[in-house]
């Protein structure tokens, strides 16, 4: 029931988007002045440059970064909307802008510094002139050896190795357009999307290493060429790279006239070049599945001349790249994160980037910040939820170490100010910037930030619309959601920009579905006007113009009318000092619709008590209100997570309702389900809640709760 003092439950008949988001304001802080001494957008000047006046022209900035084979005739091509073409008439190669271009200047300098997980494996420098042979004797490999062209598609299901921006960057020269899946996914979800992209050449690897043993991983290309043959996809060679030359590490076998060593190919192409095909700016570059949907994984499309020129702009000016600095994006590249921030935009700027293949916890919390420390690392990106481990595993650790961030970044979900301040004070040591970085799959790059030296950071909030980005937050009816009224809605880019996806390969009408129909005005217009974006997240936007993003449209959990973000409740169970982790699930309830059920895992050393349980149901109630007072509090080990880190919520939805779990076995920590199963559901049932079968409706809800993320 709606608590009667809460003024929203006063207003009958709220819209959903209309229901008051319960967030305290955060203060902000102004970027430490000797890092906007050296800032690469240090006048505000260049705001104004990208402001609306100046759209799409402003764009040219960011397409100037790149070397052009051919100059284009138009910067924004609107006329199929909303297929925007951006460049058109422009050629250019991926690959040369990312290596070629280097040589001259930088040949001999660290293109990646690549970091095995065993700390007694020697770390690997891969200079630009040496990138820039590996890249030129695959491609060769691929032309010759696979008779790939421009335009054919190629999966990749490779782990957090060098081989795997070599392949992105050999396909790249050659027009040939990558699906890189991601290496914790199963098999069978790779053959999904090898059958999707109608991929013929599978590019994998035999082993890794995660965790402190040797992982087998070629076992998946089995799995996964059964999967795509079920849908009617053949796959002629399954390229398998040797984590260690020589030595085989997976106990597949190895399938004559299909299966090959890339280690015994190469050979035959030593000291081989490929000339970079030039390509037209509108050319896809990649494709890169998303999770967050049912049915058909959904292959975001992006292009050559868009997206490249996107990833450079904003890594230039919100990550504060310049080309001395030594850069480290702990993400995957098997995201997106680390298709634009690990490999295009940097390299794009020349840049040396750190490439680490393991666990950041392994073997010790310390981990990361020996990294830093050795290497010299001064930019530091990474998630919330692999800052919340490492504040978790060793709060103190990163005071241990000699390494000094310029800038740090946050990216994938919001992050809680509990967290954000010991990001900024522990591994910022209080001198570091922190950019909070809100986008996702389909935008290619950056959508919500700041610009660092020029907007003051704000815990828990991404920031204003990033350059020449203009996001709005729509209600369910297309009205605007004005700053500061406290109200959430739909967030929303009014404008295109170019680094947003095309289409969904070979789903041109779910493409139009998804992102556009919701807010479009006129199906027939030929105005970008008329065609806003929907991202698919709620958010609020502040008096100062910040944003705070609320999670995934789909993340939200609805208490008698109230909508709760699951990242507000969370944020709150973390202002208990015990709690290190927390998230906040659906279940299904008779009397208000859905009643919050709260998990938490405690810091180190701490047991569960009563104590805990209350403060945590206190603090939610201080900081957001009676109404969101979780129905249970169950504190656990730990948290199931995927291989990326993500807390894995309709899991734990399951779970509290007695639901299937679902495919748990691309999880980092599959064996914690059970163990939470038992203590969860033996407390309900000796509680005397009875079970009951729930509707297909409410299945798929919990089963896709959180799925987004
Ligand atoms: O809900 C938003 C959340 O992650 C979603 C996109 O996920 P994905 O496509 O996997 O891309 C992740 C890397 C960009 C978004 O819809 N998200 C991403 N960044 C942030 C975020 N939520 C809050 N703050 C962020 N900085």
Redesign the pocket.
């Known amino acids: 029931m709606a608590d009667s003092t809460d003024p929203q439950s006063q207003q009958p008949q709220l819209s959903e988007a209309q229901i008051a988001v319960h967030w305290r304001e955060e203060n902000t802080l102004p970027p430490p002045p000797p890092f906007i001494a050296q800032a690469n957008a240090a006048e505000a000047e260049i705001i104004e440059r990208f402001s609306e006046a100046h759209f799409p022209d402003c764009f040219t900035e960011y397409a100037d970064l790149l070397t052009w084979d051919r100059r284009w005739d138009q910067v924004l091509d609107t006329s199929n909307p909303p297929f925007w073409k951006w460049f058109t008439g422009g050629r250019l190669n991926a690959c040369f802008n990312c290596v070629d271009r280097h040589l001259a200047t930088s040949g001999n300098k660290a293109a990646f510094i690549w970091v095995p997980e065993p700390e007694d494996q020697l770390t690997q420098v891969i200079t630009y002139q040496e990138l820039y042979r590996r890249v030129n004797e695959f491609a060769v490999l691929l032309e010759d050896f696979c008779g790939l062209k421009a335009g054919d598609r190629v999966t990749f299901h490779l782990p957090m190795v060098p081989e795997l921006p070599v392949a992105m960057l050999a396909c790249a020269r050659l027009g040939v357009i990558h699906s890189e899946v991601f290496g914790g996914f199963s098999g069978t979800a790779c053959g999904d999307r090898i059958a999707d992209s109608g991929s013929r050449v599978l590019v994998t690897m035999d082993g890794y290493y995660r965790g402190g043993s040797l992982v087998d991983h070629k076992v998946k290309a089995d799995e996964a060429l059964l999967a795509a043959e079920k849908h009617g996809q053949e796959v002629d060679k399954v390229l398998v790279f040797r984590r260690r030359p020589g030595q085989y590490a997976s106990a597949s076998p190895m399938v004559e006239g299909r299966d090959f060593f890339v280690d015994e190919l190469l050979p035959q192409y030593r000291g081989r070049t490929v000339k970079p095909v030039s390509m037209p700016a509108e050319a896809p570059l990649f494709l890169m599945y ?3 949907t049912t049915g058909r994984p959904k292959g975001c499309q992006h292009s050559t001349g868009g997206y490249l020129a996107y990833v450079a702009g904003t890594a230039k000016y919100h990550l504060d790249i310049h080309p001395e600095d030594t850069y480290w994006c702990a ?1 995957d590249i098997g ?3 680390g298709h634009s921030y690990i490999v295009y935009g940097p390299l794009a700027l020349g840049t040396t980037s750190v490439l680490y293949e393991g666990v950041p916890t392994y073997p010790d919390p310390g981990r990361c910040w020996r990294i830093a420390e050795r290497l010299g690392v001064n930019i530091f990106h990474t ?2 939820t692999t800052i919340r481990m490492l504040r978790k595993l060793g709060p103190e650790e990163p005071r241990r170490y000699d390494y000094r961030f310029k800038l740090m970044t ?6 809680e100010p509990e967290v954000w301040r010991w990001y900024h004070d522990e591994v910022g040591k209080g001198e570091a910037v922190i950019v ?8 290619g790059g950056f959508l ?2 700041t610009l660092p030296a020029l907007q003051p950071m704000k815990p828990g909030s ?1 920031g204003p619309g990033a350059l020449g980005i203009l996001p709005v937050i729509y209600d369910e009816d297309g009205n605007t959601v004005e700053a500061g009224s406290g109200k959430a809605g739909n967030i929303c880019i009014r404008n295109p920009w170019p680094g947003v996806l095309q289409t969904v390969w070979g789903q041109p009408e779910r493409f139009v579905d998804i992102y556009y129909a919701k807010y479009n005005r006129n199906r027939d217009s030929k105005d970008w006007h008329d065609w806003p974006f929907l ?3 709620g958010a609020v936007q502040a008096a100062d113009g910040y944003f705070r ?1 609320l ?2 449209i789909d ?1 939200v959990i609805n208490v008698a009318g109230h909508r709760l973000g699951t ?1 507000e409740l969370e944020s709150a169970a973390l202002t208990v000092p015990e709690v290190a982790e927390a998230a906040a699930v659906p279940a299904i309830d008779e009397v208000r619709g859905r009643a919050v059920e709260m998990y938490v895992a405690l810091q180190p050393g701490l047991a569960a008590s009563e104590e805990i349980r209350h403060s945590v149901a206190a603090a939610i109630e201080r900081e957001i209100g009676k109404i969101a007072r979780p129905a249970h509090i169950w504190i656990v080990p730990d948290m199931p997570k995927t291989r990326s880190g993500k807390i894995m919520r309709r899991v734990i939805a399951g779970i509290s309702n007695f639901a299937d779990v679902g495919d748990t076995s691309t999880l980092a920590n599959p064996e914690i389900v059970d163990d939470i199963r038992h203590r969860v559901q033996s407390d309900k049932i000796a509680a005397g809640h009875v079970p009951r079968v729930l509707t297909p409706e409410e299945t798929q809800e919990i089963q896709e709760f959180g799925k ?2």
């Open positions: 998303t999770s967050g993400a995201w997106i994160t998630a919330p946050t990216v994938g979900e919001p992050i909070d970085t809100w986008w996702m799959t389909e935008t919500g930030t991404c991202c698919g997240d993003i999670g995934r993340d990242k987004a993320e």
